[in-house]
């Protein structure tokens, strides 16, 4: 993001919350289903408050969601851009549930008094195990559809990546969710297993079938068998805390083979602090989501393998997948 040095740096920023209010708002109300039809509707058959829609299409229409059709009577009818009839049809348009996120940010001011994870309005804890409420089926299947429609370049280019350390032999995708990382690494002639809940097993199921093997359990306390040539933890440890961290990481250790890799794709704070874009706001999901995860420092990360008696460490940037990759044996 841009830094914030001037008066109208702050309002490019409140411009930007601003639209994002916007967007949300229009999928609360269902206004980008109504249009999904390809036709443009004119401003009174829609269903919200005409002078709302009024004062807020424009602001679709500034991001390129939406475009304007004049009517021959003088009226105007909006039409969704072909970017946003794009984006609608790959799952990636906010939904009516994405106003719940916006509304947990808007009151980020509780957690500064009593810490994360948020509550809702009703006083309920919003925590999740990694995204995931495991007793809510719908929220999993949305989480892991979102989660694998955004991974499949990262997938191929992490399975390229740890070809080399591990050419053949067998993988544990821990905390694997959807399945598409560990798919990759199958695809590229590992013997693989991922480890989730039960409930991300059967979607990884769905989909893969027979060609990975699954594990059910909790990662922090049960067992993941092995002993594995690759360990891949894949956006695993930023909903983790440090004390999760030290508990986990030597149990990992001693399900590898001597000279085992441990492969660890996340977002990590360089020792600024002050990036990555990507980890700097993460950190805040994982506030408002989980127990204590956060964004960890490449430092930290280091320190923590260290403690595990991990020793030999490199680490790769993908700035374009605005991710980074942690090797350790
Ligand atoms: C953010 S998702 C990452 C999924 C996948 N690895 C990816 O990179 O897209 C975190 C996954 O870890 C799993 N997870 C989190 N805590 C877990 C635990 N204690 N035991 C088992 N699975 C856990 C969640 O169910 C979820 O599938």
Not at 303 to 313: C, I, S, T, V, Y
Request: proline share 4%; with cysteine; hydrophobic share 40%.
């Amino acid at each position: 993001m841009d830094t914030v040095s001037t008066e109208s740096d702050l309002d490019a920023l409140r411009r930007a919350a601003s639209a994002w209010a916007v967007v949300v708002s229009w999928a609360k109300h269902g206004l980008f289903e109504a249009l999904a039809g390809g036709e443009a509707i004119r401003t009174e058959d829609l269903v919200a408050n005409s002078d709302a829609i009024r004062n807020t299409a424009p602001v679709l229409a500034h991001l390129g969601l939406l475009i304007r059709h004049p009517q021959p009577d003088g009226s105007t009818a909006w039409a969704l851009s072909n970017s946003a009839k794009r984006l609608l049809a790959n799952g990636a348009l906010p939904t009516h549930t994405a106003h719940g996120g916006f509304d947990d940010l808007s009151r980020l001011h509780t957690v500064l008094e009593h810490g994360g994870p948020i509550h809702d309005r009703e006083g309920r804890s919003k925590i999740t195990s990694g995204g995931v409420v495991t007793g809510d089926a719908d929220q999993t299947r949305a989480f892991m559809e979102m989660l694998y429609r955004r991974s499949d370049e990262s997938a191929r280019v992490l399975a390229q990546l740890v070809k080399p350390w591990v050419p053949q032999g067998t993988a544990l995708d821990l905390g694997g969710g959807h399945g598409r990382y560990g798919h990759e690494l199958a695809r590229n002639g590992l013997t693989v297993t991922l480890f989730d809940r039960e409930v991300c097993c059967a979607i990884a199921k769905e989909r893969y079938g027979d060609q990975i093997a699954t594990l059910t359990g909790d990662f922090m306390t049960d067992d993941f068998e092995g002993p594995y040539d690759l360990i891949l933890m894949s956006n695993i440890v930023h909903g983790l805390g440090p004390d999760e961290l030290s508990s986990l990481l030597p149990r990992i250790r001693s399900a590898l083979v001597p000279g085992g890799v441990l492969a660890i794709k996340d977002m990590f704070l360089d020792h600024t602090m002050a990036r990555p874009e990507s980890a700097a706001l993460f950190g805040l999901s994982m506030l408002l989501y989980t127990s204590s995860g956060r964004s960890h420092t490449q430092f930290e990360m280091r320190q923590a393998l260290e403690r595990a008696d991990f020793h030999d460490f490199d680490l790769v940037d993908l700035r374009d997948q605005r991710f980074t990759v942690i090797l350790a044996r």
